[in-house]
Structures are given as structure tokens and as C-alpha cells.
């Protein structure tokens, strides 16, 4: 009986002790040797803003101000009574005071490095073939007129970009 009580408990750890050495041998496969280089994570690099010299307060007050320009041209764009032109007009002037607003914010010399900064991590994000230019009010730019000629480049602008100062 002792025997049978001992061999049983004999096979029960070599059952459960198994799988464990099949775990080590089989990591110890799948490691790179020494000699073979290992794959390394792209490096992440910090956000434009602190690339810049831009303090957190400074970012939280642009996303305001762009957050209120974005506000004030929907405003512009849901008015029926006035015409494309007009809308045109005051939209180039929404964009003006909050350049003036953000020169205020932010120094040019740190403005100018976080634009480029942008300007470069977009360059490196290509928009995908079936991505279309929105106008400020939503609608698609035409790339064309109605007669075949193409249309003058609208001055469509973003607030990352680095002419924009």
C-alpha cells in the first residue's frame, strides 16, 4: 500500500513537473542567439510642442484658442443670409486674430520650430489616396470648374503648418 501511495505521488509530480521543463526548453528555442541582432522599437520621439520649447500651459492655451477659432468659422459657415464671399472674408479673419492671439502666446522663435516640427511629422504621415482637402465649411475643394479649367489653389490654411506664424 505504501508503495502504491508513493508511486502514485512519484507519477503525479512527473505529470505536473513536465509541462514546466517543456515551457523552459521551448523559450529557450525562440531566444535570438548572441550573435544575431535584435529588433529594436522605432524610438518614440516627443511630442513637437516640448521639441519646441513650449511650456504645457502654453499648449493648453493654443488648444483653446484653435478650439474657439474652430467654433467661430462653424458659426460663420450655419449663416444662410451671407453670401460665400462674405463667408470667405470673415473666415480670413478669424484666421488672423487668432494668429495675432497666438503671437501673443507663444514667442515666433518657439512657434516657428513647433510648426516645423509639425510640418515634418505630417510629411511623414501621407494621407491616404482616398483622403480629400475640406473647405473651411466642410465641403470638398474642387479641383476643377465646371468649363474643365482647373480652379486657382483656394487658400486653405492650417494652424500647424509652418507659413502660418
Known amino acids: ?90 473666415i480670413e479673419q478669424i484666421h488672423a486674430d487668432t494668429d495675432r492671439a497666438m503671437a501673443q502666446l507663444i514667442p515666433v522663435k518657439e512657434l516657428k520650430a513647433f510648426n516645423r516640427c509639425q510640418s515634418e511629422v505630417d510629411q511623414r504621415r501621407p494621407k491616404t489616396p482616398g483622403e480629400k482637402e475640406l473647405g473651411p465649411c466642410g465641403g470638398v475643394i474642387p479641383a476643377s470648374t465646371a468649363d474643365g479649367s482647373t480652379a486657382p489653389e483656394p487658400e486653405h490654411r492650417h494652424t500647424n503648418t509652418p507659413n502660418n506664424h
Not at 14 to 38: C, H, I, K, R, W
Not at 51 to 77: F, S, Y
Open 1 to 90: 500500500m505504501l508503495v502504491q501511495r508513493n508511486s502514485t505521488i512519484a507519477l503525479l509530480f512527473l505529470a505536473l513537473g513536465l509541462p514546466v521543463f517543456a515551457q523552459s526548453t521551448e523559450n529557450a528555442q525562440n531566444d535570438p542567439p548572441a550573435d544575431q541582432p535584435v529588433p529594436h522599437r522605432a524610438r518614440v520621439q516627443p511630442p513637437c510642442w516640448k521639441q519646441a520649447g513650449m511650456t504645457p500651459d502654453m499648449v493648453n492655451r493654443r488648444w483653446k484658442l484653435e478650439d474657439q477659432q474652430k467654433g467661430r468659422i462653424a458659426q460663420v459657415c450655419t449663416e444662410p443670409s451671407t453670401s460665400a464671399q462674405q463667408k470667405h472674408d470673415k
